[in-house]
């Protein structure tokens, strides 16, 4: 079994996830981790921002315009007018839930719940289409299994009983789907891994299932010697033990969430940096 994280511009619109469906194996059990559609966070953030600055206005405009990006990619994304009204309906019951929160008291607490609807949207959206596509695969909901304790900590031992029922539970599916990012917390509420934070699920599914690899497919191939966005000229590097990968996470490297490393390398998994542009890079 492997884990394949795909991150949010790898999934950043209709077209580049049916380019991402190319990539996932129909069988092997393998399990996909999805991070939001890329820009779907930072819109979220907008929408609470607003909210906590009490002016719902605000909040409904952005919330509008992100519901109408993800009408147009459901269009795109489906072949059948079934795929299309049904993932619509789930949609639209995900829009209104934010919207409800325009008209309550707002907190820290609400921020956490809004903010996860954007991997709830993306593996909806993506799993239904592997579904059309012929796929024998299962939604695995994040938020039954992935936990942190009073220090903000993963529960380890909590995420693999939890994590190993429910694979076993669906024990009939070829591969399996699950949002990044996005736990409870200590006291049961939705909470998450920071952001970036996905990587981080990534990296505790991969060890909580001792899978054979993690693979983590990103928008450049591999982690460079520097910070392609600042440097020219870089050039990815073939092999990086795992101290080597947490430190160029640690100073800022972005490719890699600095923490995710380390569930991998208590496990012995190897991890991989991959591109979805240039699979064979
Ligand atoms: P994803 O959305 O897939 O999680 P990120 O944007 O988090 O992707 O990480 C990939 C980006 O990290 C690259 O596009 C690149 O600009 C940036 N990056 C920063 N430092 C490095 C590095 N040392 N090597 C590779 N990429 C890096
Ligand atoms: N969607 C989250 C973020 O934008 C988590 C992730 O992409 O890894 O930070
Ligand atoms: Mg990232």
């Known amino acids: 079994m492997k884990v394949m994280k795909f991150g949010g511009t790898s999934v950043g619109s209709a077209q580049r996830m049916k ?17 939001a559609m890329s820009g779907t966070t930072n819109s979220l953030l907008e929408i609470s921002d607003y909210l906590h600055k009490r002016n719902p206005d605000g909040a ?33 019951s995900h829009f209104d839930y934010i919207r409800s929160f325009t008209k309550k008291v707002f907190t820290l607490f609400e921020e956490k719940v809004i903010v996860a609807q954007g991997e709830l949207l993306s593996t909806l959206l993506f799993s239904n289409y592997l579904k059309e596509a012929g796929y024998n695969i299962v939604l695995l909901p994040a938020l039954e299994f992935m936990r942190i304790n009073k ?3 993963p529960d380890q031992n909590y995420i693999r009983e939890h ?31 920071q952001r970036g934070g996905s ?43 795992f101290d080597e990968a947490a430190e160029l996470a640690y100073f800022g490297a972005k490719i890699l969430h600095p923490t995710c490393i380390l569930p991998a390398k208590l496990e012995k998994i190897p991890v991989r940096l991959l591109n979805t542009m240039q699979p064979e890079a």
């Not at 380019?19 to 991070?35: C, F, Q, R, T, W």
């Not at 990619?73 to 007018?81: D, G, H, N, Q």
């Not at 429910?166 to 699950?178: G, W």
Request: aromatic share 8%.
């Open 19 to 35: 380019n991402v469906a190319d990539i996932i194996p129909k069988e092997g059990k393998n399990i996909i981790v999805l991070s």
């Open 60 to 92: 409904n405009d952005t919330i509008n315009t992100l519901e109408l990006k993800y009408f147009r990619e459901i269009e795109e994304l489906f072949e059948t007018r079934e795929y299309k009204i049904q993932t619509l309906e789930v949609i639209k």
């Open 151 to 153: 220090n903000a900590e």
């Open 163 to 193: 994590l190993n029922a429910l694979v076993e539970e669906h024990k009939e599916a070829d591969l399996y789907m699950t949002q990044g990012f996005i736990c409870l917390n200590a006291y049961g509420e939705i909470d998450n891994l």
């Open 199 to 241: 990587d981080y699920t990534a990296s505790l599914i991969g060890a909580a299932l001792k899978a054979d690899e993690i693979q983590i497919w990103t928008d450049i191939d591999g982690m460079h010697n520097n910070d392609p966005r600042v440097v020219d000229n870089t050039s990815p590097v073939s092999f990086l033990n």
